[in-house]
Each structure stands twice: as structure tokens, then as C-alpha cells.
């Protein structure tokens, strides 16, 4: 017997760029975090309507519908690193606009005990017209940030290190936006509405300073004749649209999740008068059931590599769906804060291994010239979906109270309507969503990079390599193939 021991391969490094960009997203999903309570109690406190509260957030979501592909042809011209910095010196100036006009109306706004009561009021159209503009603007900078930094990340890390690269941002994400910003965004509620909106806008200053250190150029490889030339928007749109609509894995899943990230706009959308209504919690155990979402993300970031490992990609994507509708049905019945908690986790560790599995996956199998443009239409679908979901939940409310139903009942039926979609949304992903069709695609993606002087290197290249003798799939994407939440 031989006692030849085969040898570990060294773990890849991230690199200095990468800790940067990630300390960066740190230091802004920490404002995020202080965000997600502030903008919503601050939203209950000026209007009580699901209508208008619905609202603010589909104003938000809105630009992934309308602005999302030519954001696609931006990132794929301009240095990503540069626009992600300007987009942040940008929400600084607005977040800082916010505050300010929070600060003013400050003695019109009733105190965080008084909206936790379900206090009835008037809608106070200053605070609300400013909440709108602002959501919208911050939608549109959102857009360009978000697919920038997506697509920076390849140029950042080895192929090998984007699954550990990618659960490393989310694991902290998570941390940040949910465990750790939600209860000290409720703390500075606490002391003066305005505060934590001053506290976001100073995040997104430090964030943008933080970006001034990352070295290098981060433009895609293109001649300066390409670069000069007047921009075909819809020439390049329809390059990302074409190659994306004819990939036979990545179009179902954009579309799986659009359907997902409807859904779950859909319970979203009055979530804030739900909890108040319903659970009866105060701002700060409102921020606790934020945290429920960290726990669970935080599993989720650092098991996810073993469990699609140990299950399958595709197996691992179907614990989205069962953990999507079995949550959803107990949130809806129930009238305790502490089962909300549990099932808030559970959900958030199966939608962040959702999104460690196909944001890396695409990450791997796009052509880098078309990596923006292609992740723009794929969000497109993903994140177009969300302002649609969150109109209907806010709809379903207003729909149920004008039909005779009871205040608590239309808040529960969100719920209800969501768990009774996933169901239908899981029949038709299943067979879509397979680990041979996902791991072929994988493998597909790795050997066209190979072919084009970009080999991969380490496990994935075998892996690579095992996946394509398996299931015969052919060595390469063709120009024009003919497929994160």
C-alpha cells in the first residue's frame, strides 16, 4: 500500500484590494443596518396608510425596473471602482438632505412608544415627499453601485476564491446590516429621529474614502476606438439581453427569482405596520427580529459551500422554496415576536445560500466584456420584480380592510398570499434548477475562460473538468449561445 499522502492545495489569498472593498461594504451596510429601522419607523411616524408606506418602497425599487440595463452598458465602460465611489459621495449628499428635513420637522413627529402603540395620524406630506424623492434617488444610485460591485470582484480575486470572497461580504453584510445596525439605529431613534440619518450619511463618506485606497483600474479590456466611439445603448442592451435570453440556465433562474423577490416584497411591503400591529413591538425588538436575519445569513454565508457541496447546487436551491412557504404560513398565523425571530432566521439562511450558489455561479460563466450588461438584465428580472411585489402587498392590505376584513387580518394576508405562490413558483423551477445543469453550466463557463487565456486554477478547474466528462457537456460557450436574491 502506498504511503504517498496527497497534497492539500494552498488556500488562495483575497489580497489587499479585496479587504479594502471589503471593509468598505462593512462600513456602509453598518449605515444600511441603522437604515432599515430608521426609514421605516420614520415612514410609520409621518403616514399610517399600507398604500403609502408600500409606496416609499416601490419608489425605491423602481429604477431595477426602468434604469437596470443602461446601468449594464455604464459598468462595461466606465473604471467600476470610480463609479461605486461616486455613487457613495452621492448618497452621502443625500442621506445628509434627509437628516436635515427630519431635523426641522422633528417637533411635528410623534415619539417612537407613540407609533409602536399603532398611534393614528395625518400624513405629514413634507416628511413623506421627502422620503419619496430620496428613495428614488437612492434607488437609481443603488443600481449603479450595486452592479458595479458585483462585477469588480472577478478583477479583485483568483475564480477559485469567489465563493469564500462572496460569503466573506455577505457573512459581514449580514452582520452589519441586520445584527448590529438595527438595534443601534433604534438606540439613536431613541435619543433624536434625525440622529441615525446623520449617522447613515457619515457611513457612506467613510465608505467612499475607503474606495480611494483600493489600487488599480478596474476597466473592462476594450480598444480605445470602442471606448471613444459614441455609446450604442441599445446595441450594447441587446448584447447582455441576447447572450442572457439564450442561456439555458441563467434566464429561468433570473425569472425564478424575480418571482422570489416578489413574493418576498410582497410581505415586505407593510412589514413595519405588521410588527406593530400585530406583534406588538417596540422599535428595538423590531431591530431584534432584524437580527434574526443576521444569524441566519451569517450561518448561511459560512456553511453554504458545504451544504452545496454535501446536497447539490440545485438540491440547495429547493430549500428556498420549502423555507420560503413553511415560514410564511407561520408568520401569518401567529401573534408572537419570539416565532417571527425563528423563521426570519431560517429564511434568511436559506435565501443567502440562494445567493452565495448563483452569484458565484454567474460570476464564473459571464465573459467579463459582458459581465455588467449581462448582470444588469439579470437583475433586470431579479430586482425589476421587487417594486411590483411591494405595490400588490401594499394593495392586498388596502384591498382586504375595503372589503370588510379586519386591520389584523389584511396584515396577516400578505403572508398568506406569498406562501400559497411559492408553491406554484417551486413546480415550476424544480426540474429547471437541477445540480447537473447547474454544474454543466459551471463547467461550460470555466472551459470558455480556459479557451480564452483565463484558465482556472485549483479545485474548480477540476472540478471543471470532472463536471464536463460527466455530463458531456461541450467545452466551450459558444459567441452566441444558442442562463442572487
Not at 455577505?170 to 438606540?187: C, D, H, K, Q, R
Not at 448561511?300 to 457541496?309: A, H
Amino acid at each position: 500500500m502506498s504511503n504517498v499522502k496527497s497534497e492539500k492545495k494552498p488556500r488562495i489569498p483575497l489580497g489587499a484590494n479585496y479587504w479594502k472593498l471589503w471593509s468598505s461594504s462593512v462600513v456602509s451596510n453598518l449605515g444600511d443596518g441603522v437604515a432599515q429601522i430608521a426609514y421605516p419607523w420614520l415612514a410609520s411616524a409621518v403616514t399610517r396608510s399600507p398604500i403609502l408606506i408600500a409606496l416609499i418602497a416601490v419608489v425605491q425599487r423602481l429604477p431595477w425596473l426602468l434604469f437596470s440595463l443602461p446601468a449594464g452598458v455604464i459598468t462595461d465602460r466606465v473604471d467600476r471602482r470610480k463609479l461605486m465611489l461616486s455613487m457613495n459621495v452621492f448618497r452621502t449628499a443625500i442621506t445628509a438632505i434627509v437628516a436635515l428635513v427630519v431635523f426641522g420637522q422633528s417637533s411635528t413627529l410623534p415619539s417612537p412608544d407613540e407609533i409602536a402603540g399603532g398611534i393614528d395620524l395625518e400624513t405629514n406630506w413634507i416628511v413623506y415627499g421627502a422620503l419619496v424623492i430620496a428613495a428614488l434617488l437612492f434607488g437609481m444610485a443603488e443600481v449603479l453601485y450595486d452592479n458595479a460591485a458585483q462585477t469588480i470582484l472577478p478583477a479583485v480575486v483568483e475564480p477559485d476564491a469567489l465563493e469564500r470572497a462572496n460569503g466573506n461580504l455577505w457573512g459581514a453584510e449580514m452582520v452589519m446590516n441586520s445584527f448590529i445596525g438595527p438595534p443601534l439605529g433604534s438606540v439613536l431613534i431613541g435619543v433624536a429621529f434625525a440622529l441615525p440619518f446623520f449617522f447613515d450619511a457619515g457611513t457612506f463618506a467613510v465608505s467612499a474614502v475607503l474606495l480611494l485606497l483600493v489600487a488599480g483600474t478596474f476597466t473592462v479590456d476594450r480598444s480605445e476606438e470602442e471606448l471613444a466611439a459614441r455609446v450604442d445603448w441599445w446595441g450594447e442592451i441587446k448584447e447582455g439581453v441576447k447572450w442572457l435570453w439564450h442561456h439555458p440556465l441563467l434566464r429561468p433562474m433570473a425569472i425564478i427569482l424575480g418571482c422570489l423577490n416578489a413574493l418576498g416584497s410582497l410581505v415586505f411591503a407593510t412589514l413595519v405596520l405588521f410588527a406593530q400591529e400585530v406583534l406588538g413591538v417596540t422599535a428595538f425588538v423590531f431591530a431584534i427580529l432584524g437580527a434574526a436575519g443576521a444569524i441566519g445569513g451569517v450561518l448561511g454565508s459560512v456553511l453554504s459551500p458545504r451544504i452545496s457541496k454535501l446536497l447539490g447546487s440545485g438540491t440547495s436551491l429547493y430549500t428556498t422554496f420549502i423555507a420560503a412557504f413553511v415560514t410564511s404560513i407561520i408568520i401569518g398565523l401567529t401573534s408572537n415576536w419570539i416565532v417571527v425571530f425563528v423563521n426570519f432566521g431560517i429564511f434568511s439562511f436559506t435565501a443567502v445560500l440562494w445567493n452565495v450558489i448563483t452569484v458565484s455561479l454567474r460570476q464564473t460563466i459571464i465573459p467579463d466584456h459582458l459581465l455588467g450588461r449581462v448582470n444588469s438584465v439579470y437583475r433586470f428580472f431579479a430586482w425589476g420584480m421587487m417594486p411590483i411585489g411591494l405595490a400588490a402587498g401594499g394593495l392586498i392590505v388596502a384591498g382586504v380592510e375595503s372589503a370588510g376584513g379586519s386591520r389584523e387580518l389584511a396584515l396577516r394576508m400578505p403572508w398568506f398570499v406569498a406562501a400559497a405562490a411559492y408553491v406554484l413558483l417551486f413546480i415550476y423551477a424544480a426540474p429547471k434548477l437541477t445540480t447537473a445543469k447547474i454544474e454543466a453550466a459551471r463547467a461550460e463557463g470555466i472551459a470558455a475562460k480556459k479557451a480564452d487565456g483565463d484558465p482556472p486554477s485549483g479545485d474548480a478547474a477540476e472540478a471543471g473538468r470532472e463536471a464536463i466528462a460527466e455530463t458531456g457537456v461541450p467545452g466551450a460557450i459558444p459567441p452566441e449561445p444558442g442562463d442572487d436574491a
